[in-house]
């Protein structure tokens, strides 16, 4: 499409016999050696009218061009410490680069759990929760579905067969999340209670109750921890594995660069000068 597109804007900056030229080897436009390809034209006009591709494509090339006659405009001049500024960027992008890779392929990523203990116990201000989280089960089922007394009992109960057979012919909805832990937040967006008032009923008891026109809301908690109390080690663990990980990156690193620069000493690489 952008071949078709370009006919009313290549005039901006090439004649028809030069574009004709390029675009056999996938250019569109050719600007003082610089080359903008169909490919990226394409990209941009994918799934528009052709009138809003024309658009589009005559916009994009105008800045595209006057990006490069900028650039050049600039190169034609020389600056010393433009010059040093990009050459420490191109160095440091590269270094990046090579660590990320050095990072990805050698440096051990397996964290064991006495690890996450030891950094859990040596911050304990630092894992502390921002809200409530609770393990348990929800059921959601009509107000007026059958023995909500017995359901109740299974829901407090060890008979996890019997309640998933009462769930499967009653209710509307229902969330075992008793190997995991869900955050206030993520509980009550399922139930029609506001944050305070579900906060005091969890610090009351382990058995929540809901109800709307149509529905009730039956939430039934194992564990929990209030807001402000310390994370569980399983909790705490994802961001303590991202503590340790950060402190072994930046060690595994030192030791690199050290590496490297002992080598090149030893190999005579880097020759020192007197003033």
């Known amino acids: ?4 597109l370009l006919c009313g804007c290549i005039a901006l900056l090439s004649s028809c016999a030069a574009y004709e030229k390029k675009a056999q080897s996938g250019a569109a436009v050719e600007l003082n050696g610089h080359y903008l390809y169909h490919s990226t034209l394409d990209s941009l006009t994918l799934g528009l009218s052709s009138e809003d591709s024309l658009r589009v494509t005559q916009q994009y090339i105008r800045q595209w061009a006057q990006d490069i006659l900028l650039y050049d405009k600039a190169m034609s001049r020389t600056n010393p410490q433009i010059e040093e500024m990009v050459a420490d960027y191109r160095r440091t992008l590269y270094a990046q680069a090579y660590e990320e890779h050095l990072v990805e392929r050698n440096m051990p990523k397996v964290i064991m759990d006495s690890s996450v203990i030891a950094i859990y116990e040596q911050m304990p201000n630092r894992f502390k929760l921002d809200e409530s989280i609770m393990q348990g089960m929800l059921v959601v089922v009509p107000v007026d579905a059958p023995n909500i007394a017995k359901l109740r009992q299974l829901m407090s109960g060890q008979s996890l067969d019997k309640l998933e057979k009462y769930v499967y012919q009653n209710a509307s909805g229902y969330e075992l999340f008793e190997d995991k832990w ?94």
Do not use: W
Request: charge should be positive; hydrophobic fraction near 40%.
């Open 1 to 4: 499409m952008a071949c078709l």
């Open 182 to 275: 869900l955050t206030t937040t993520e509980v009550i967006r399922q139930m029609p209670v506001e944050r305070a008032d579900f906060e005091a009923k969890l610090k009351a008891g382990n058995h929540i109750e809901m109800s709307d026109s149509t529905k009730l809301y039956l939430l039934q908690i194992t564990k929990k921890c209030i807001r402000g109390e310390a994370m569980p080690v399983d909790y705490a663990r994802p961001e303590i594995e991202k503590i340790i990980l950060n402190a072994r990156q930046v060690e595994f690193l030192r030791k690199e660069r050290e590496r490297l620069y002992n080598e090149a000493i030893q190999k005579q690489k880097i020759h020192f000068y007197e003033n």
